[in-house]
DNA sequence: GCGCGGCGTGCACTGAGTGCAAGTTAGATG
DNA sequence: CATCTAACTTGCACTCAGTGCACGCCGCGC
């Protein structure tokens, strides 16, 4: 996985998402990939491990734009706030990616299931700066609380409505978040 | 997938998954599996969709002792509670099989990631259900409740160590609930 | 004996993914 | 200017997953 320009990184996933968001996922080859992109099929695999890694995989310049967004929560914010704050950064700053995954979905439902992983890389950072500020916590308390937080991303997200904008996705993450730091939820 | 015979059905799996839990989960391919239980390549596609669903589709008697499962759920349980203990006694039933899928898991953790729709099927299962019995709460209610109680289970399913037995799952999956419900949880 | 339907099988084909060796280009060095 | 090298690209050949199709076998009712 020897790739050094993030120009051609571009031009496949572009290719890529622009096929897969018209005809859906099955209906486009590595083949019509390549050949939208003008290079050759051998390359696409250097850049991407699979078929399915160009729409998941993060784009070159994201996690330093995760470290950002990281570093900007304070340093006494309890972990559970941090987390439904940073979704609301990330999904700001990655608010096109969003769009765009969610328009491949449509177009390919049977995608649903590896949606799940769609920031999967994101999360893992997430994790790495929360075992250090958290330091006092388990492991499984502070993967439980990520997790969770996860899930409530993965469970919003199918129910966005892409015309709403961030700001629809927004209300429902608040919703989310809202209803499960509620005292009474376990009790329904 | 027209397939009728149980037999053929545990023949195919319990040899996919004796070869993989030995091998790896890469280092078997679908002629080993077939020439194994003996049958032929094309009646093995007949029976599963793919190379994964040999570890993951439910055994066909599964979806029964599902219904089973959430029919002994009383009236007056909160949702919270129902699902905590429906993951206990849904452990306690597929005892077998939850060992011998973290001894695939195990031996291929390339594996990790579809790991989490081990059981889907039941949670679907349980979400018809919920969705019949509150249905006063809306619709992202109930699937936020689901979605954590099942990530409380995927959270706790890696950090398993087999040999505690079904019983040290169970102390794993009771101290998920007890984190998640206790009053002070979203303020660590 | 005859048709019929369910199931298993062989065959041929598409498409994903990989290892290898050769080609290309750009920059460093003499 | 010649050339050496390292990074990147490419073509080729191969393995394996997955599918459509047609045929064969067997048990069943008539």
Known sequence: MRQRSPETWRQIRDSAVGLMAERGFDAVSVDDIVAEAGISRRTYFNYFAGKESVLFDPDPEDPLLWAELIAARPAG????????????????????????????????????????????????????????????????????????????????????????????????????????????????
């Open 77 to 188: 914010e309890p972990l559970w706030t941090a987390l439904h704050q940073l979704i609301r950064a990330y999904t700001t700053a990655a608010a096109e990616r969003m769009i765009r995954q969610r328009l491949v979905l449509r177009a390919s439902p049977e995608l649903a299931a590896c949606s799940r992983k769609v920031c999967d890389r994101f999360w893992d950072a997430v994790r790495a700066w929360a075992s250090q500020r958290n330091a006092d916590s388990t492991e499984l308390q502070l993967d439980l609380l990520i997790n969770t937080a996860q899930t409530v991303l993965n469970t919003v997200l199918p129910r966005w409505d892409v015309d709403t904008g961030i700001a629809g996705l927004h209300r429902l993450i608040d919703e989310g978040f809202t209803l499960l730091q509620s005292p009474e939820w376990t009790t329904s």
